[in-house]
C-alpha cells in the first residue's frame, strides 16, 4: 500500500490510499466467491454457476466496488499510521479507480486541529486565600437548629414577619381566568424562603389569620411553563394560620439527634465542619483558579475547532445527563416534558460548555506535545489502582473498560495543567 496526506481548510484534508499487489488480489477473490455462493442461475445449481457467466452477470465495476469496500478498513488504518493522523469524525469513502491490478481510495478526513500555542507559562494569575470564619461554623450549626425547629402558632392578631410560615388557600388568575397548577389548599409557606415567584412572599408580611389579601406578581421572562412567561397574575389569598419558628437549644443532644459517626458533642460537630468547610472551599477556590488559568492560557492560544468535535461532546454531555436521570429514577424524556423543553433544545444549552471543554483539551494536548510530557507504565498502573479503591471494582476489570492509552492520555494532559500552576508568577 501507498498512501498521502492533503490537509485543507478547517481541519479538513484528503488521504488518498492505494491498494495493491497480493491484498488487492485476494479481496477481488474473496467477494467474487462470496457473489458465486450466493447466486443461482437457472439450469445450475446454486454455487455452481460458471466464473464467466457470473463475470458477464455482475460485471467488474460491481466487483470491483465490493473489493473496495472489503479493502477499506485496513487501508484507513494503513493511512493513518502513515501519514500520523489524527481523525475526530467518521471520513468519507470515495473510490476514485479501479483495476485488476490496484484500487485507489479517497477517504474525506476531519483531523484534530493545528494549536497554535500562545503564552501558557509564568502567568500572573493565582488561587484564592481560603478561610473558615466563627460565623461560616455558625451558619452550620444554626441548619441544625431549623431542621428540628417547631413552627409554633402566634396568639390572634399579630401580623406574619420574615422567616414566619403562613398556611393558606390561593388561587392565581389570568385576566380573571384561573390557570392551571396556580392553586393550592393549606399550604404552608415560609416567608423568606423565596420558593414562590418573586414578589409573591414580601405581599404577606404583615397579614393576620383569616385576612384574605389579593397578590399580584409577574411571571419572569424565562419562567418554565412558557403560557406564563412574563404575564401579570393575581393571587386570591386565603391566610389561615401564622407560625413562628421556634429553634431548639444548641447542645449535645440536638447534635446527637444527626447520628454522625463519631460526632456526639457539639464541639466535635464544629471541628468536623470546619475541615468539612475547609476543604470544600480548598475545592471550589482550586477549580476557580483552574478555570481562570485555562482561560487566560486559551485566549492566548489559536485553534480552528471543527464544529464536528463540538457536536460529539454535546452528544456525550446529552448521554451523561440521561445517566443521571436514570439514576435518579426519571427519564430524559419525562424531564424534557416537564420543563417544555425538546432533546435539542436542552442540546444547544450544553454547547458553550462543550465548546470550552473541547478547547481546554486541545490546548493541553498541545502543551503535553511542546514540553514532551511522558506518563510511565507505573504511573498508569497507579492510577489503575487508585480508580480501584474509588470505584471498589477490581483493577483487572477496571483495564477491561478504560485503555492504558487512555490512562495515559489523561495523566498526561494533567501533569500539563500542574505545570502551567506550577509556573504562576
Given at each position: 500500500?501507498?498512501?498521502?496526506?492533503?490537509?485543507?481548510?478547517?481541519?479538513?484534508?484528503?488521504?488518498?490510499?492505494?491498494?495493491?499487489?497480493?491484498?488487492?488480489?485476494?479481496?477481488?477473490?474473496?467477494?467474487?466467491?462470496?457473489?458465486?455462493?450466493?447466486?443461482?442461475?437457472?439450469?445450475?445449481?446454486?454455487?455452481?454457476?460458471?466464473?464467466?457467466?457470473?463475470?458477464?452477470?455482475?460485471?467488474?465495476?460491481?466487483?470491483?466496488?465490493?473489493?473496495?469496500?472489503?479493502?477499506?478498513?485496513?487501508?484507513?488504518?494503513?493511512?493513518?499510521?502513515?501519514?500520523?493522523?489524527?481523525?475526530?469524525?467518521?471520513?468519507?469513502?470515495?473510490?476514485?479507480?479501479?483495476?485488476?491490478?490496484?484500487?485507489?481510495?479517497?477517504?474525506?478526513?476531519?483531523?484534530?486541529?493545528?494549536?497554535?500555542?500562545?503564552?501558557?507559562?509564568?502567568?500572573?494569575?493565582?488561587?484564592?486565600?481560603?478561610?473558615?470564619?466563627?460565623?461560616?461554623?455558625?451558619?452550620?450549626?444554626?441548619?441544625?437548629?431549623?431542621?428540628?425547629?417547631?413552627?409554633?402558632?402566634?396568639?390572634?392578631?399579630?401580623?406574619?414577619?420574615?422567616?414566619?410560615?403562613?398556611?393558606?388557600?390561593?388561587?392565581?388568575?389570568?385576566?380573571?381566568?384561573?390557570?392551571?397548577?396556580?392553586?393550592?389548599?393549606?399550604?404552608?409557606?415560609?416567608?423568606?424562603?423565596?420558593?414562590?415567584?418573586?414578589?409573591?412572599?414580601?405581599?404577606?408580611?404583615?397579614?393576620?389569620?383569616?385576612?384574605?389579601?389579593?397578590?399580584?406578581?409577574?411571571?419572569?421572562?424565562?419562567?418554565?411553563?412558557?403560557?406564563?412567561?412574563?404575564?401579570?397574575?393575581?393571587?386570591?389569598?386565603?391566610?389561615?394560620?401564622?407560625?413562628?419558628?421556634?429553634?431548639?437549644?444548641?447542645?449535645?443532644?440536638?447534635?446527637?439527634?444527626?447520628?454522625?459517626?463519631?460526632?456526639?458533642?457539639?464541639?466535635?460537630?464544629?471541628?468536623?465542619?470546619?475541615?468539612?468547610?475547609?476543604?470544600r472551599k480548598e475545592n471550589q477556590a482550586n477549580s476557580k483558579f483552574e478555570d481562570e488559568l485555562m482561560a487566560q492560557v486559551t485566549e492566548n492560544a489559536t485553534v480552528?475547532?471543527?464544529?464536528?468535535?463540538?457536536?460529539?461532546?454535546?452528544?456525550?454531555?446529552?448521554?451523561?445527563?440521561?445517566?443521571?436521570?436514570?439514576?435518579?429514577?426519571?427519564?430524559?424524556?419525562?424531564?424534557?416534558?416537564?420543563?417544555?423543553q425538546t432533546e435539542e433544545g436542552l442540546k444547544q444549552t450544553f454547547v458553550p460548555e462543550a465548546q470550552k471543554k473541547v478547547l481546554n483539551s486541545l490546548v493541553l494536548?498541545?502543551?503535553?506535545?511542546?514540553?514532551?510530557?511522558?506518563?510511565?507504565?507505573?504511573?498508569?498502573?497507579?492510577?489503575?489502582?487508585?480508580?480501584?479503591?474509588?470505584?471498589?471494582?477490581?483493577?483487572?476489570?477496571?483495564?477491561?473498560?478504560?485503555?492504558?492509552?487512555?490512562?495515559?492520555a489523561d495523566l498526561a494532559t494533567r501533569k500539563a495543567l500542574d505545570l502551567i500552576k506550577a509556573s504562576v508568577k
Amino acid at each position: 500500500m501507498q498512501s498521502s496526506w492533503t490537509l485543507k481548510e478547517n481541519s479538513t484534508g484528503e488521504l488518498i490510499v492505494t491498494v495493491d499487489g497480493d491484498a488487492w488480489k485476494k479481496a477481488q477473490k474473496k467477494v467474487f466467491n462470496t457473489v458465486k455462493n450466493q447466486m443461482s442461475f437457472k439450469g445450475f445449481r446454486k454455487g455452481q454457476v460458471p466464473d464467466a457467466l457470473i463475470r458477464k452477470q455482475v460485471g467488474k465495476k460491481y466487483l470491483f466496488s465490493l473489493a473496495a469496500e472489503e479493502v477499506a478498513n485496513d487501508a484507513l488504518t494503513f493511512g493513518i499510521e502513515e501519514q500520523k493522523i489524527e481523525l475526530v469524525d467518521r471520513p468519507l469513502l470515495d473510490i476514485k479507480e479501479t483495476t485488476e491490478e490496484a484500487v485507489v481510495l479517497s477517504f474525506e478526513c476531519t483531523v484534530s486541529p493545528e494549536v497554535t500555542l500562545g503564552e501558557y507559562k509564568g502567568l500572573d494569575i493565582h488561587k484564592d486565600e481560603v478561610s473558615v470564619t466563627e460565623e461560616d461554623i455558625e451558619n452550620e450549626v444554626k441548619a441544625v437548629q431549623d431542621r428540628y425547629a417547631d413552627w409554633v402558632l402566634k396568639e390572634e392578631g399579630q401580623t406574619a414577619q420574615q422567616g414566619d410560615q403562613v398556611v393558606i388557600d390561593f388561587v392565581g388568575t389570568l385576566d380573571g381566568v384561573p390557570f392551571e397548577g396556580g392553586q393550592g389548599n393549606e399550604y404552608p409557606l415560609e416567608l423568606g424562603s423565596n420558593t414562590f415567584i418573586p414578589g409573591f412572599e414580601e405581599q404577606l408580611v404583615g397579614v393576620k389569620s383569616e385576612d384574605v389579601k389579593d397578590v399580584v406578581v409577574t411571571f419572569p421572562e424565562d419562567y418554565q411553563e412558557a403560557s406564563l412567561a412574563g404575564k401579570e397574575a393575581v393571587f386570591k389569598v386565603t391566610v389561615h394560620d401564622i407560625k413562628a419558628k421556634e429553634l431548639p437549644e444548641v447542645n449535645d443532644e440536638l447534635i446527637q439527634k444527626l447520628k454522625l459517626e463519631g460526632i456526639e458533642t457539639v464541639d466535635q460537630f464544629k471541628d468536623s465542619k470546619r475541615e468539612e468547610l475547609k476543604t470544600r472551599k480548598e475545592n471550589q477556590a482550586n477549580s476557580k483558579f483552574e478555570d481562570e488559568l485555562m482561560a487566560q492560557v486559551t485566549e492566548n492560544a489559536t485553534v480552528d475547532i471543527p464544529a464536528v468535535m463540538i457536536e460529539h461532546e454535546v452528544d456525550s454531555m446529552y448521554r451523561n445527563f440521561t445517566n443521571q436521570m436514570q439514576g435518579s429514577g426519571f427519564t430524559a424524556e419525562q424531564f424534557l416534558q416537564a420543563t417544555n423543553q425538546t432533546e435539542e433544545g436542552l442540546k444547544q444549552t450544553f454547547v458553550p460548555e462543550a465548546q470550552k471543554k473541547v478547547l481546554n483539551s486541545l490546548v493541553l494536548d498541545a502543551i503535553v506535545k511542546a514540553e514532551n510530557i511522558e506518563v510511565s507504565d507505573e504511573e498508569a498502573e497507579t492510577e489503575y489502582n487508585s480508580m480501584s479503591e474509588q470505584y471498589g471494582m477490581p483493577v483487572e476489570q477496571i483495564k477491561s473498560i478504560v485503555s492504558v492509552e487512555n490512562i495515559k492520555a489523561d495523566l498526561a494532559t494533567r501533569k500539563a495543567l500542574d505545570l502551567i500552576k506550577a509556573s504562576v508568577k
